[in-house]
């Protein structure tokens, strides 16, 4: 399946059949005037859930309504009082009748076969664990510990990714060629590389269960971001950094451009790239939904109920999304807005926000400006 989805959607991506009625981008916004089909994927989930869409659904929803006509036209014209003016009286067919029970039950369970692998990645938050060891330029065996319960042991080489970085970043190494294993399924695991990695380079092992489409195993989340819907607004909280909270408000018409206009907010929510991000999802009042395209979520912010849900972005840009569960009269205008930066420019963002709270900084970085910060630009002024 997954090596399917990887070559079948290059090709559903070379023929652009959706990029042919999205001419204008704006930059970073992912938002396209006059565009059909979906925002592009900035996650791994995000680019299953678009294969899953474009590739298994689309074209299985096309065959069978093209058939359902032909079947109708057919009927129409063979069989109308004028062309059959004394029909047959039977009234059982077995074949038939087997046929349109069978059928449908292998399309659903084609369906079925992709959609479980998909909500089965979407609802279990990563727990994926990274070891990260200095190369003496002699030593070929490192140990990764299997330390996860045992339904989540690293149990197939799949399991494991062994990268080396040698200062001029990292580089994944081939299972078989480029080192063997031996323990899966136990508590360590012996990894051995076919040649020393140079003094001073680091030997990255990551092992977990969540294994994206590429092959990359996912780590547990770095992060939680707290998000509670209220009628008209989302406020997000921090847990990690000091708890520290914000409200999200739609940006006003004077604030932004006429493109982002009812996207755009006055405090976006800032996350690092690259980074496993657990999102806990609740409601104040009625029932809201937390909803962010570009990275195919779509998550039911309920009072009196948390809802979890996790995303990884692949690149750092400015993300928009909306309440998507009706709320109220003014449902409409709660956006979503998420700017998504370098960790550094992070870090940056966090000991800013905590100064605003009162608190001491909690990372030792120069002050990074945010590349694209509304809320900088705005404070500037
Ligand atoms: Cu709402």
């Known amino acids: 399946m997954k090596k399917l989805f990887g070559a079948t959607s290059k090709l559903v991506t070379g023929i652009g059949v959706w990029a042919a009625f999205a001419p204008i981008t704006l930059a970073g916004a992912q938002i396209t005037p006059g565009g059909v089909g979906m925002q592009p994927a900035n996650s791994a989930t995000a680019e299953e859930v678009q294969f899953f869409h474009n590739v298994i659904l689309m074209p299985i929803i096309t065959v069978i309504c093209i058939f359902v006509l032909a079947l109708l036209i057919w009927v129409i014209l063979r069989y109308n009082s004028k062309a059959n003016p004394t029909p047959r009286k039977f009234s059982h067919n077995t074949l038939i009748e087997v046929l349109w029970t069978g059928l449908p039950i292998m399309v659903l369970l084609v369906i079925a076969l992709f959609s479980f692998d998909l909500l089965y990645t979407e609802d279990v938050t990563p727990d994926g664990k990274q070891v990260v060891v200095r190369g003496d330029g002699q030593t070929v065996d490192f140990v990764f510990a299997n330390d996860f319960p045992a339904s989540r042991l690293v149990a197939r080489p799949e399991h494991l990714q062994v990268l080396v970085d040698d200062g001029s970043g990292a580089r994944t190494l081939s299972s078989r060629t480029d080192y063997s294993t031996e323990g899966f399924g136990e508590p360590e695991i012996a990894v051995t590389l076919s040649a020393p990695p140079p003094a001073g380079a680091h030997v990255i092992m990551r092992g977990g269960r969540s294994v994206d489409h590429r ?68 409601a104040n009042d009625v029932i809201h939904a937390w909803a962010l395209p570009a990275f195919a979520i779509k998550i039911d912010a309920v009072p009196g109920r948390t809802n979890e849900a996790w995303f990884k972005a692949d690149r750092e840009g400015v993300f928009y999304g909306q309440c998507s569960e009706i709320c109220g009269i003014r449902h409409a205008f709660m956006p979503i807005a998420v700017e998504v930066v370098s960790r550094p420019a992070f870090e940056a963002w966090i000991d800013e926000q905590r100064a605003l709270a009162g608190m001491e900084p909690m990372f030792e970085t120069d002050n990074v400006k945010l590349a694209q910060g509304f809320a900088a630009s705005a404070a500037a002024e």
Do not use: C, H, Q
């Open 215 to 282: 092959g990359d195993v996912t780590l547990a989340p770095t992060m939680t971001l707290k998000i509670t819907g209220s009628r008209w607004y989302w406020n997000y909280a921090y847990p990690d950094f000091g708890d520290f909270d914000f409200i999200a408000n739609m940006a006003a018409k004077e604030d932004t451009t006429p493109e982002l206009y009812l996207r755009e907010v006055d405090n976006r929510v800032v996350v690092p790239v690259g980074e496993t991000i657990r999102i806990a999802v609740t």
